[in-house]
C-alpha cells in the first residue's frame, strides 16, 4: 500500500534520464514526496529518511544498489517494492531483473507524457497492493536494523 512515505527514485548518472523523470513526475501533482538520487547515495538516505520509502524504482543497471539492500542489515528495507525500469526490451536484461527479488520490471518510455502514464499506473497499482511493510499501517513498529 503506497503510505505517506516518499517515492524514491534511482537515476544513474544519465542526465537524460534526470530530466524526464523530473518532467513525468512534476505533471503528475503526486501527494508523495518523490526523491531522485543516484546510486550510491541510496543507503545514506534511507538510514536517514524518518519514514519508510513507499516504493524504489531503479534502472536495471543498479542491480548492485538492490542486492546491497537486501543484504543490509534489517527486514524493513526488504519489504519496500522495488520496481526496475529499462530502456529496451532486450530479453537479458529483463529475465535478469527477477533473480534479484524485483516487485515489477518496466520500459521506460522516451518522452515525459508516456513516462508519466506509466508512472501514474504503477503509483495505483501500489497504492491498492498491501505488502508486509504496511503491517496494517503500522510501520513505526518495524526498523531498521536487527538491533
Sequence with gaps: M???GPIVIIIDDDGNDLNLFTDAIESL???NDIIL??????????????VVPSIILSPLTAFAVRNELLHSPGELIK?????FYCSSSDEKEFKG????QTDGFFLRPENAEELTIVLSTIFNYWSHSITPADRNGQLSSMSWSNN
Design 29 to 31: 501533482n503526486h501527494p
Design 2 to 4: 503506497l503510505h505517506d
Design 37 to 50: 538520487i543516484e546510486p550510491a547515495d541510496i543507503l545514506d538516505l534511507l538510514k536517514g529518511l524518518p
Design 97 to 100: 531483473a527477477y533473480p534479484n
Design 79 to 83: 519489504y519496500i517494492p522495488y520496481i
